[in-house]
């Protein structure tokens, strides 16, 4: 296997989830994972994460046999990291049961020697001293992503101010987006985080899409509408893999290659949800989303008529 042009360093996980209609134990979760599942569709991607000797070597095949790399997959002694989450009957918001790092608790990220020149880089949701000892390992990336929450807002203030001067963009939500900057503007929002050193914000709005605020250049994306969500989990997580994985295969990152890759990643998350865990990421192929993001483009085309 050739070396990844894109890497995620993150999690990998198991997760209990509970909904309306149904409700498992240990499903294949993590930032990393669904990232990564989207991400592979459209780019050669690399996964930095650890699991416990736990891990089923079965969810290990599943990842390899889509084609990701798992060089940088470390194996330590101990369990797995679990999440536990309820969603509210119209699966918009969701309570956290339980979080158990486990053997994420003491997670360490190294890069394999083959990941360190990649050009594509997103760090998901880590503590981010973390995602600066990763950024210390990179020898020439071209475009770095990160994303972050509130957790680390509050907590780690000063390492995110550390860490936005050497990205590119930063996923965010827009509560976490007010919260970092203090301000109650998207727009405004945006400015404060390009004049803190990062030149794109990628804001997501859940169910109402996202808004990508680059320079001058606003993109307001939508969702692709569904009627048949069944797990919105992993889904902020699968847009990124899908925007990242799309300038990675594009090697460009232009407003035209941001507002296309944008909608690869509202596609990616539509797939994401239809189905209980990452399991219809697991058997997307790119002929599939290349049409889902034909109909995208034609539902959202709008005349440009002048009044």
Request: hydrophobic content about 45%; aromatic content about 8%.
């Amino acid at each position: 296997m050739s070396a990844p042009n894109l890497v995620v360093v993150g999690s990998v996980a198991y997760d209990s989830i509970e909904t309306n209609a149904r409700a498992e134990k240990d499903v294949l979760g993590g930032s990393a994972t669904y990232f990564s599942l989207a991400s592979q569709v459209l780019a050669p991607t690399g996964v930095v994460a650890v699991v416990g000797n736990d891990f089923k070597p079965e969810h290990k095949h599943l990842l390899a046999h889509r084609g990701i790399d798992l060089a940088g997959l470390v194996t330590e002694a101990g369990e797995t990291f679990r999440w536990g989450g309820k969603y509210d009957d119209e699966l918009k918001d969701r309570e956290t049961l339980f979080t158990l790092l486990n053997v994420f608790a003491d997670f360490s990220p190294k890069l394999p020697e083959s990941y360190k020149s990649a050009p594509y880089i997103f760090l998901a949701n880590i503590d981010p001293d973390l995602q600066l000892d990763v950024l210390k390992q990179c020898t020439a990336p071209k475009f770095v992503a990160l994303d972050t929450m509130n957790f680390w807002i509050q907590g780690k203030p000063d390492s995110l101010l550390q860490l936005l001067p050497r990205i590119d963009a930063i996923f965010i939500n827009d509560t976490e987006a007010f919260e970092l900057t203090g301000q109650r503007n998207l727009l405004l929002a945006a400015r404060w985080i390009h004049q803190h050193g990062t030149p794109i914000a990628v804001i997501k709005k859940g169910e109402h899409g996202a808004v990508i605020i680059a320079k001058d250049d606003v993109m307001v994306v939508p969702a692709f509408l569904l009627t048949d969500v069944a797990d919105p989990t992993g889904a902020g997580d699968s847009f990124a893999g899908g925007m990242v994985g799309a300038l990675a295969r594009l090697d460009d990152t232009s407003p035209d290659s941001l507002r296309t890759a944008a909608a690869v990643g509202t596609i990616a998350a539509s797939f994401c949800v239809q189905e209980f865990g990452p399991g219809r990421l697991a058997n997307l192929d790119l002929a599939t989303m290349q049409t889902r993001l034909r109909e995208f483009w034609s539902r959202i085309r709008i005349p440009g008529t002048v009044l």
